[in-house]
């Protein structure tokens, strides 16, 4: 059975820091792994997406790498912003999206 | 404006009454989702449609149905059999397309059972 981890639960940094935030999952075989941004009583957006033949994708400050054999993802944020504040949820793809606990975040001014 | 709506953003159920959330959108999405969310957990699907006039369960389906009579709407019920309903729920609607699917969520409604 797919299990997908996020470890910390929760992280604080000043702003300005850049950090990582990590996700591992016990089974290799998934189609893709996206990572999520979902701010307090809301929806999930969608972050990054890697196809399980990618090892990363960027998009602005965020660089997130796919690791398949190893079971491992990680999500980078270089220069974080108090804006960047929120859960951050990553989710393999199996035919089904199942979701690891989320790490949520917090960029001190 | 394109997207998924949910509604009521909040909502409160006595114990043993039935309530359902709706869920609508109109992104011309074949598919639909709905999730349970808990505090510092992650999320964990109900039920999914691919098709209209069609379901099944995820993996934690009991005490909940669904319906899907059209393609834009895909309400859930929380019946009374559902023992423990507090929670964040959020749908998504997707078109798999292979083997990506890129699901797309709505604002969530938060159910409190007083």
């Known amino acids: 059975k797919q299990e997908v981890t996020q470890i910390p639960a929760a992280l604080s940094v000043p702003e300005g820091e850049n950090l990582v935030l990590n996700c591992s999952f016990t089974d290799s075989a998934i189609y893709n792994l996206q990572w999520f941004r979902q701010d307090p009583g809301k929806g999930l957006t969608s972050l990054l997406l890697?196809?399980?033949?990618?090892r990363e994708q960027t998009s602005g400050r965020l660089n997130a790498s796919l690791d398949k054999s190893s079971g491992r993802s990680t999500l980078y944020i270089a220069a974080s912003q108090p804006g960047d504040s929120a859960t951050y949820l990553c989710?393999?793809?199996?035919?089904?999206?199942?979701f690891g606990q989320g790490t949520t975040l917090q960029v001190k001014p | 404006d394109g997207g998924i709506t949910q509604s009521p953003k909040y909502l409160f159920r006595k114990e043993g009454q039935n309530v359902t959330l709706s869920c609508e959108q109109n992104?011309?999405?074949?598919?639909m989702y709905w999730y349970r969310q808990d505090p510092g957990q992650g999320l964990r699907l109900i039920y999914y449609?691919?098709?209209?006039?069609?379901?099944q369960k995820g993996d934690i389906a009991e005490g909940y149905s669904v319906s899907r009579e059209k393609k834009e709407s895909f309400p859930l019920t929380v019946t009374s059999a559902q023992k423990n309903p507090t929670a964040f729920y959020l749908c998504a609607s997707s078109t798999p397309n292979g083997d990506t699917d890129t699901q797309y969520f709505g604002p969530g409604t938060r159910l409190t059972v007083l």
């Open positions: 890697i196809q399980s033949s990618q």
């Open positions: 449609s691919q098709i209209v006039n069609d379901f």
């Open positions: 992104l011309n999405h074949d598919a």
């Open positions: 989710a393999v793809y199996t035919g089904k999206l199942i």
